[in-house]
């Protein structure tokens, strides 16, 4: 397989990148006090880096935006310096890196907050659990956002954006996806506001395009992504009867600001890629710039897709846990290494930094 597409050198926005592969964001729950990067994050990154783009794990874009316990922040002056050493391990093994930009909505827990309620669009509780005080528990009661509230949200995204290239990352990649406070926003089911934000499919997209708008302005929309989950019930969505045309619209809307990427998840986030209809054929027809498939992927989808043109880069997300070398071990067709489902969450350099590579392994 190595003379596959999936290994050839492609580009994205302006950058080139090694191959077709993409490390996608996996929360690891591994920050350090002020929610700083833990001191293991840039060799975790960095062993990963032969991947043709890295995608950070989600990154909350201020203190509101936190819904889980040790998640890192990207919106202090000690979070920007923790990145900074990341980038520059990367970078030193010649790989290519975008941060994941997050506000998880109502998908929190008053805990993380001093006792004060999630925000949400609007006054609805999800069934969803989070990870908070080293254990799962159910998500808090949200509030909803009030009108003059939510130029600050687009701005703590476009604050993020810019802290992202002074951390020295490539470009960032907006969290639309999976049920946080953007893609909420998107879901008549979770969003029932009566003013320019809610009722109308245009009206229930305004804060994601505002979000991405602010970032590309910021740091240009080369450098600019969006992740969307159209038919995930991830973080307690509740799927309208028809998604497609609200996901349509939003991609129209994105490729009108010329965008770099849009980051998709074909079905249901780490579960069936078929359990609820939707044609995601038609967001790639209707994205002129590179579509990331994402969801469920071994080697042979991931070349189907590619050769049949319906992808342009394809994401791998639990692989690369416990296969720091995915690429290589893809590459020359060796079995893939499990993760140890016990330490995916929390903790220190065990289940993060140690699975062996194919080197280790020969030598053992």
């Known amino acids: 397989m190595t003379d596959s597409k999936l290994f050839s050198p492609t580009s994205l926005g302006g950058i080139t990148l090694a191959n077709h592969i993409v490390m996608a964001p996996l929360t690891r729950n591994r920050a350090g006090p002020g929610l700083v990067p833990s001191a293991f994050a840039a060799e975790y990154y960095s ?15 201020s203190e509101q935006a936190q819904g889980y316990q040790d998640t890192p922040g990207i ?32 998908i929190s827990h008053v805990d993380l907050h001093n006792g004060a309620a999630p925000v949400a669009p609007s006054a609805i509780r999800a069934e969803a659990k989070t990870f908070v005080n080293n254990g799962f528990a159910e998500v808090s009661e949200p509030r909803a956002l009030e009108l003059d509230e939510i130029p600050g949200i687009v701005e703590s995204f476009r604050q993020a954006a810019a802290n992202a290239v002074e951390a020295g990352f490539d470009g960032v990649e907006v969290h639309g996806a999976n049920g946080y406070l953007l893609d909420q926003f998107l879901r008549e089911t979770a ?68 965008i770099a990427y849009i980051h998709v998840v074909e079905g249901a986030t780490g579960g069936p890629r078929d359990a609820t209809p939707f044609d995601f054929g038609a967001l790639r027809q209707r994205f002129r710039n590179v579509y990331i498939a994402n969801n469920g992927y071994n080697l042979e989808l991931a070349n189907q897709r590619l050769e049949n043109g319906k992808a342009d880069l394809i994401a791998f997300g639990h692989d690369f846990i416990a296969n720091p070398d995915l690429v290589e071990r893809l590459k020359a067709g060796i079995p893939l290494a499990q993760m140890d ?19 280790s392994e020969a030598g053992a």
Do not use: C
């Not at 062993?47 to 874009?61: D, S, Y």
């Not at 305004?206 to 600019?224: D, F, K, P, S, Y």
């Open 341 to 359: 489902m016990a330490t995916i969450y929390g903790g220190g350099a065990k289940g993060y930094t140690d699975y062996p590579f194919i080197s």
């Open 75 to 106: 919106y202090s002056s000690e979070q920007i310096a923790g990145w900074r050493g990341v980038t520059d391990a990367v970078h030193a093994k010649s790989g290519r890196i975008f941060v994941q930009l997050w506000h998880v909505g109502r």
């Open 191 to 258: 969003n029932v506001r009566t003013d320019i934000y809610g009722g109308s499919i245009e009206n229930r997209a305004r804060l994601l395009i505002e979000v991405v708008e602010a970032v590309a302005h910021e740091i240009g929309a080369n450098r600019t992504g969006v992740r969307l989950s159209p038919a995930s019930p991830a973080s307690g969505v509740i799927l309208a009867s028809d998604e497609q045309p609200q996901f349509n619209y939003v991609v129209d809307a994105l490729g009108k600001i010329g």
């Open 47 to 61: 062993q990963r880096a032969t991947a043709g783009l890295v995608i950070t794990e989600a990154t909350q874009v």
